[in-house]
């Protein structure tokens, strides 16, 4: 090659890479070398790294919020890591919104436990992510809330008058967000809130706590929407999952509860300006030995709202209290004020092959407002048989019917 030739092909090859931007030149060179771009690595940040100590005795919690920091400012991918062992850990918030250029990993391996006392939960929360956007947290711990040592213990709490209720893990303002494998046990108020969240799936997730702790409810679900809860297990001292106003769209698929008071729309209409629940679905669930099945209930005395298009539908009952209810007389501390009726409207609610043992007088005990009707109420394929020995006439038919209902229908159905 002459000289002439050779800085002619030293310009084509310059121009070549002005205009060419390096994502083409790899395309380019996989194409012709069978070379592909190597993936975007990831980076681990280990909360040992940054002073946390695995000993249960040491405050974890600055330690945590310096691991969070630096893996949610990496522009790459991220990790925020936290390995085997027992991690005390107070107050925190892993906020958002983060750096990272895919979805923030939140790998737990190691247990976390709870301070014990109340007094040191200024937000009323304990671990919560907020303001984020694609998040997966994941692993092999369990979140222990310690809250039988005080939190229980608070004057009223057995009336459901308890002051301070902190809740063990929180999501706020979070979209696309999974939470797999991971176990929370003994909360001093709700085990998981989901507040102002979007497409957020619980899968295969164990919430317990004893049967007569108070306010300790396994999942609550509020102003949320498209929440797939799966495959889970809870077994606490509340509600097994509430889902309360704001909520659409949300399914409660192949999970069991018990102990516990259900499955549960509400508590409705405690406050004005409250946003519908729509769209909501409880399928193939097991209820096994708890103070209530599936249930909808609203406070009296209520500023309008509503709850609607709501079906309940291949659930097994255990032994279970009151197996289907509609309450709209809801009032835990028998101090509401009862003079007048709730004015929440609940439409479109399906029953569908229910089956199973209770233990109470009625298999089916619909509640419902003298001031705005329960419409378009069905029952299809229940068949409930009764443990309890009643020997009033009245009772024997196990359904029991209150207030306004327009629209009852009741078919292929036993209530023994």
């Given at each position: 090659?002459?000289?002439?030739n050779?800085i002619?092909v030293v310009?084509l090859?310059?121009?070549?890479l002005?205009f060419v931007?390096?994502?083409?030149?790899?395309?380019f060179?996989d194409?012709?070398y069978?070379?592909a771009e190597?993936?975007?690595?990831?980076?681990i940040?280990d909360?040992?790294?940054?002073?946390?100590s695995?000993?249960?005795?040491?405050?974890?919690t600055?330690?945590f919020?310096?691991?969070?920091?630096?893996?949610c400012?990496h522009q790459g991918?991220?990790?925020f890591?936290?390995?085997g062992g027992k991690f005390?850990?107070?107050?925190i918030?892993f906020k958002?919104?983060?750096?990272?250029?895919?979805t923030?990993?939140?790998e737990?391996?190691?247990?976390?436990?709870?301070?014990?006392?109340?007094?040191?939960f200024?937000?009323y929360?304990?671990?919560?992510f907020?303001?984020?956007n694609?998040i997966?947290?994941?692993?092999s711990?369990?979140l222990e809330?310690r809250?039988?040592?005080?939190?229980w213990?608070?004057?009223?709490?057995?009336e459901?008058?308890?002051?301070k209720?902190?809740t063990s893990?929180?999501l706020?303002?979070v979209?696309n967000a999974i939470?797999?494998d991971v176990s929370?046990?003994?909360?001093?108020g709700?085990?998981?809130?989901?507040?102002?969240?979007?497409?957020?799936?619980v899968h295969?997730?164990s919430?317990s706590s004893p049967?007569?702790?108070?306010n300790?409810d396994g999942?609550?679900?509020?102003?949320?929407?498209?929440?797939?809860?799966t495959?889970s297990?809870?077994?606490?001292?509340?509600?097994?999952v509430?889902i309360?106003?704001?909520?659409?769209?949300?399914l409660?698929s192949?999970?069991?509860?018990?102990?516990?008071?259900?499955?549960?729309?509400g508590?409705l209409?405690?406050?004005?300006n409250e946003?519908?629940v729509r769209?909501?679905?409880v399928?193939?669930?097991?209820?096994?030995?708890?103070?209530?099945g599936?249930?909808i209930k609203?406070?009296?005395?209520?500023?309008?709202?509503q709850?609607?298009d709501?079906?309940f539908?291949d659930?097994?009952?255990?032994n279970v209290?009151n197996p289907?209810i509609?309450d709209?007389?809801?009032?835990?501390?028998d101090?509401c004020?009862?003079t007048?009726?709730s004015?929440?409207?609940l439409?479109n609610?399906?029953?569908?092959?229910?089956?199973?043992?209770?233990?109470s007088?009625f298999?089916?005990?619909?509640?419902?407002?003298?001031l705005?009707?329960?419409?378009n109420?069905t029952l299809?394929d229940?068949?409930l048989n009764?443990t309890k020995?009643s020997?009033?006439?009245?009772?024997?038919?196990?359904?029991?019917?209150k207030?306004?209902?327009n629209?009852l229908?009741?078919?292929n159905?036993?209530f023994?």
């Open positions: 090659m002459t000289n002439y050779f002619i310009k090859l310059v121009i070549f002005i931007s390096p994502k083409e030149i790899l395309a060179y194409r012709f069978g070379y190597a993936p975007m690595q990831q980076e940040f909360v040992s790294e940054f002073g946390a695995p000993n249960a005795d040491s405050d974890n600055l330690a919020g310096k691991t969070w920091e630096a893996a400012n991918r991220s990790k890591y936290v390995p005390l850990v107070g107050e918030e958002g919104p983060c750096r990272t250029e895919s923030m990993e939140v737990i391996t190691g247990d976390l436990i709870a301070p014990t006392s109340i007094k040191v200024p937000s929360q304990w671990i919560t907020s303001q984020l694609d997966f947290l994941y692993g711990t369990n809330g809250g039988d040592v005080e939190a213990k608070q004057e009223g709490c057995k459901s008058k308890c002051g209720l902190i893990l929180s706020a303002n979209s939470i797999k929370l046990s003994n909360a001093k709700f085990h998981l809130r989901l507040h102002s969240s979007r497409n957020v799936t295969n997730v919430f049967w007569d702790s108070p300790t999942i609550h679900v509020h102003s949320s929407s498209i929440v797939n809860i495959n297990t809870i077994g606490v001292g509340d509600d097994c509430s309360s106003t704001g909520s659409l769209d949300v409660v192949g999970t069991r509860c018990g102990p516990g008071h259900g499955f549960s729309i508590s209409g405690k406050v004005e946003e519908e769209r909501i679905k399928q193939n669930c097991t209820v096994d030995g708890a103070a209530n599936v249930r609203t406070w009296p005395a209520s500023p309008p709202s709850a609607s709501i079906t539908e659930i097994l009952m255990i209290s289907i509609i709209q007389e809801y009032c835990p501390s101090s004020n009862t007048s009726a004015r929440v409207k439409s609610i399906e029953f569908n092959n229910i089956r199973g043992t209770y233990g007088d298999g089916v005990n619909l509640k419902c407002s003298s705005v009707a329960c419409e109420i299809i229940v068949n009764g020995t020997t009033d006439k009245w009772q024997q038919e196990k359904f029991s019917t207030g306004w209902l629209g229908a009741v078919f159905s036993t023994n």
